[in-house]
């Protein structure tokens, strides 16, 4: 027998068995595709998730010593513009934005580059950087200020915290 649709069956006066069975090989295929999908889509990790492993993985400590720190700075991406930070605010590209891993959510420090002289004054809202051997990232107006400039988009600086929130 050809392959007809299950209308063709009906106007040809098939026996309602053969109409069943057409419909039901259809509704397996339905959902084989749609457990198919559904596995595909369980496979890419969701970026909340990756969010939860990054602060597992900030078990550590926070230091509230207020001692200055030095290693290397870089600035947020574009692509952070108006995401939400740690603290529940947006970003703004033209704040006094900072992340830190170590650092207390809402402190306040003096970065130095260590290369101009140069200094700011930031809040840390975020947590972060997460690519190795760096101790903050900076808004991109801060990094400017700073003197980091987006062709090298890291810098030497010094972090020294000012106002260090109490534990709550």
């Known amino acids: 027998m050809k392959h007809v649709?299950?209308?063709?069956?009906a106007r040809r006066g098939?026996?309602?068995r053969a109409r069943r069975?057409?419909?039901?090989?259809?509704?397996y295929l339905v959902l084989i595709l749609g457990f198919g999908l559904c596995t595909a889509v369980n496979d890419v990790k969701p970026v909340f998730a990756e969010a939860a492993e990054q602060r597992a993985a900030l078990?550590?400590?926070?230091?509230r010593s207020g001692r200055t720190?030095?290693?290397?700075?870089?600035?947020?991406?574009?692509?952070?513009a108006g995401r939400i930070m740690a603290d529940g605010t947006p970003m703004s590209p033209y704040g006094d934005n900072a992340a830190s891993k170590t650092l207390p959510l809402g402190t306040k420090a003096l970065v130095t580059n260590l290369e101009t002289g140069r200094?700011?004054?930031?809040?840390?809202?975020?947590?972060?950087?997460?690519?190795?051997?760096r101790i903050v990232d900076l808004s991109p107006s801060t990094a400017r200020r700073i003197g980091i400039d987006r062709k090298e988009g890291v810098a030497?600086?010094?972090?020294?915290?000012?106002?260090?929130?109490?534990?709550?």
């Open 119 to 133: 200094t700011a004054r930031v809040t840390i809202r975020d947590r972060g950087p997460y690519v190795k051997g």
């Open 59 to 63: 078990s550590a400590k926070l230091d």
């Open 156 to 168: 030497m600086v010094e972090v020294t915290p000012i106002v260090v929130p109490a534990p709550k």
């Open 14 to 16: 098939a026996p309602a």
């Open 5 to 9: 649709q299950t209308s063709e069956l």
């Open 69 to 80: 720190r030095v290693g290397k700075a870089s600035f947020y991406a574009d692509k952070f």
């Open 21 to 27: 069975e057409t419909h039901r090989c259809g509704v």
